[in-house]
């Protein structure tokens, strides 16, 4: 679900001696839900704050420019083949300051919320995907030029990597803090995703995101044995269209008739 809102109002700065200055303001909000927490895909990408990530001011050409996270948020759709309000980049983090490491996560619906494993398989995908397409055809017919030339540049933009048309470096995609061994823990290790109900701002003066607050702990246990945690069905246990059920300290999932 989106709204938006747009407000004029005129601002007073003493400091900077401003009087009466008329500003524009337009806010965006997407409903984000559990579910889309949860299924969501995430990317490291390294050489780029947060704020370099959404920022949509160019101080070198002093012009507005289009933001990574808007390029990131097409180039997603156009991969899909999802319209681009089905995309949802929900959360922005920096992770180290120097150098910048940023940690980005998105979802994307329709009915249902495609699962995490598409979405990071889909980047993967294209993350450096080379863009080898043969023209030779173009000049061996010059009755329908047009028409073939027009199909090379759709398939020529198509194939464009991700890192390119956006203009970043990804280092992971599935950010996964367990991945280099003995790093967080000397054996077993799992991550653990907490979602805090403490929203992450960053401010690009022009612009700013409001995120949801997404962390990957790791945890010196075997997943697959560690019952110290409380299960819910929130985490969509069940597979296969199976029906989720909380009882008895327990859950289980219920077979769909289909």
Same mark, same amino acid.
């Given at each position: 679900?989106?709204?938006?809102?747009?407000?004029?109002?005129?601002?007073?700065?003493?400091?900077?001696?401003?009087?009466?200055?008329?500003?524009?303001?337009?806010?965006?909000?997407?409903?984000?839900?559990?579910?889309?927490?949860?299924?969501? +895909? /995430?990317?490291?990408?390294?050489?780029?704050?947060?704020?370099?990530?959404?920022?949509?001011?160019?101080?070198?050409?002093?012009?507005?420019?289009?933001?990574?996270?808007?390029?990131?948020?097409?180039?997603?759709?156009?991969?899909? +083949?999802?319209?681009?309000?089905? $995309?949802? $980049?929900?959360s922005v983090q920096l992770r180290q300051q120097r150098p910048p490491i940023t940690d980005v996560r998105f979802s994307a619906?329709?009915?249902?919320?495609?699962?995490?494993?598409?979405?990071?398989?889909?980047?993967?995908?294209?993350?450096?995907?080379?863009?080898?397409?043969?023209? /030779?055809?173009?000049?061996?017919?010059?009755?329908?030029?047009?028409?073939?030339?027009? /199909?090379?540049?759709?398939?020529?933009?198509?194939?464009?990597?991700?890192?390119?048309?956006?203009?970043?470096?990804?280092?992971?995609?599935? $950010?996964?803090?367990c991945l280099v061994e003995n790093l967080a823990c000397e054996g077993s290790c799992t991550n653990v995703m907490e979602v805090?109900?403490?929203?992450?701002?960053?401010?690009?003066?022009?612009?700013?995101?409001?995120?949801?607050?997404?962390? $990957?702990?790791?945890?010196?246990?075997?997943? /697959?044995?560690?019952?110290?945690?409380d299960e819910s069905c929130r985490s969509n246990p069940c597979h296969n269209g199976g029906r989720c059920i909380e009882g008895?300290?327990?859950?289980?999932?219920?077979?769909?008739?289909?």
């Amino acid at each position: 679900m989106l709204f938006r809102y747009h407000l004029r109002f005129r601002v007073y700065d003493r400091k900077h001696t401003q009087t009466d200055v008329p500003a524009n303001v337009t806010i965006t909000v997407r409903e984000v839900t559990h579910e889309a927490i949860l299924n969501s +895909g /995430s990317i490291r990408i390294a050489g780029i704050t947060d704020e370099d990530f959404i920022r949509i001011w160019d101080y070198r050409t002093q012009d507005v420019v289009r933001s990574k996270i808007d390029k990131l948020r097409d180039k997603l759709s156009q991969l899909l +083949g999802t319209d681009v309000e089905n $995309i949802d $980049i929900f959360s922005v983090q920096l992770r180290q300051q120097r150098p910048p490491i940023t940690d980005v996560r998105f979802s994307a619906h329709g009915s249902p919320y495609y699962k995490p494993i598409k979405l990071n398989g889909i980047v993967l995908q294209h993350r450096e995907e080379v863009t080898h397409l043969d023209i /030779s055809h173009i000049f061996r017919s010059s009755s329908n030029f047009g028409t073939i030339f027009h /199909s090379f540049l759709d398939k020529f933009w198509n194939n464009l990597q991700i890192e390119a048309e956006v203009g970043i470096n990804i280092t992971m995609v599935g $950010i996964n803090e367990c991945l280099v061994e003995n790093l967080a823990c000397e054996g077993s290790c799992t991550n653990v995703m907490e979602v805090s109900t403490l929203p992450y701002l960053v401010n690009a003066n022009k612009t700013a995101l409001v995120g949801v607050r997404v962390d $990957i702990q790791p945890e010196c246990t075997c997943g /697959s044995r560690n019952f110290s945690r409380d299960e819910s069905c929130r985490s969509n246990p069940c597979h296969n269209g199976g029906r989720c059920i909380e009882g008895n300290g327990r859950l289980c999932a219920t077979c769909s008739k289909t």
